[in-house]
């Protein structure tokens, strides 16, 4: 592990793996619910990264300079640029050992995968304040949260029958990475200032007990 004498805040480091020296850079925001899934799933797996928190430096050219897509998370894999939380914990999983992200058989690894996604492609972008910025650009600021608030709990509502069918974890009787996608939706909401209903409160009370977000730096 080395330290960049250059660049205040930064911790840099190195992974060691299958005999590969790999720089990993994760650019996010701590506000970013996308960002905090892919820091959980480096922390969790134990992955050596170098943060850094675009809110503190001049975001566009950060973003724009490495992804064309304009948003957060962005991880620099030596001179290769990943976007895409999903991808970004793919790319994880197929490179760093345990602990999995998707335990369980394949009917199993479905389920997570299909948790995952209906955080990331229905419930997110719906919510994404500049996309909403995009599609309505009359609406107040207080109209905006309001609107993402009321779809974030609907969504959540529709993929309750999914969840905790075998034990309090989203999917199966293990961790996966559908806590980590659906965890960080619910802080989501919460940080926006709507209320989550019992069963989801008691969920995230359960992850947060559980001891496998230790390994989160935040
Ligand atoms: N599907 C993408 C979504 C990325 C995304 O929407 N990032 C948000 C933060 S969670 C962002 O950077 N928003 C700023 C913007 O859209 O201008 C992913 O999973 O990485």
Request: hydrophobic share 40%.
């Amino acid at each position: 592990m080395e330290d960049d004498p250059g660049s205040a805040g930064f911790i840099s480091r190195r992974h060691l793996f299958s005999g590969m020296i790999m720089d990993i850079v994760l650019y996010y925001s701590p506000t970013s619910n996308c960002s905090l899934r892919v820091k959980w799933v480096f922390d969790y797996k134990g992955i050596d990264y170098k943060l850094v928190d675009v809110s503190a430096v001049d975001s566009d050219h950060v973003f724009f300079s490495l992804s064309p897509y304009g948003y957060v998370p962005i991880v620099t894999v030596d001179d290769e640029v990943l976007s895409e939380s999903m991808a970004i914990a793919d790319f994880a999983e197929d490179s760093f050992g345990e602990p999995i992200l998707f335990p369980g058989n394949s009917l199993n690894r479905a389920r997570i995968r299909e948790v995952c996604e209906f955080v990331n492609s229905t419930i997110h972008p719906a919510q994404n304040s500049s996309i909403l910025r995009f599609l309505n650009p009359g609406l107040s600021d207080a109209e905006r949260v309001e609107l993402r608030i009321n779809w974030i709990n609907h969504c959540l509502d529709r993929l309750k029958p999914r969840l905790w069918k075998v034990s309090q974890f989203a999917v199966g009787t293990n961790f996966s990475l559908a806590d980590i996608f659906l965890f960080e939706i619910c802080v989501k909401l919460v940080s926006l200032g709507g209320e989550l209903s019992n069963d989801y409160a008691q969920y995230r009370g359960f992850i947060e007990s559980s001891g496998f977000r230790t390994g989160s730096k935040r």
